[in-house]
C-alpha cells in the first residue's frame, strides 16, 4: 500500500514531505544501482567477458550514491 500524506502534498512549502520524497527518490536510487550492477556483475562473472569498464561502472555510480546519501542526510535543509 502506498504511503498515505495527511494533507495535500506540497514539495515546495512542506519540509516534512520534501524529506520524504528525498529519501524515496535515494531508495529509488539505490534499488537501480542494485539491479543494474548485480547484472553487469552476473554478466561479467559468468561469461568471463574482458570488460574493463565493470569496475569503473561500478565506482563511479557509488560515489554518486554516496554523495546522495550524503546530500540528504546532512546537506539538505528541511527546516523551512
Known amino acids: 500500500m502506498p504511503p498515505r500524506w495527511p494533507r ?4 515546495q512549502n512542506d519540509p516534512d ?20 550492477n548485480s547484472g553487469v556483475w552476473f554478466f561479467h562473472l559468468f561469461n568471463h567477458p574482458e570488460w574493463l569498464w565493470a569496475n569503473q561502472f561500478s565506482g563511479i555510480w557509488g560515489a554518486f550514491l554516496l554523495i546522495h546519501l550524503i546530500y540528504i542526510s546532512s546537506i539538505a535543509d528541511y527546516s523551512h
Open 8 to 11: 495535500q502534498p506540497d514539495r
Open 17 to 36: 514531505y520534501r524529506k520524504l520524497d528525498d529519501r524515496m527518490n535515494f531508495a529509488v536510487h539505490v534499488a537501480l544501482f542494485l539491479a543494474c
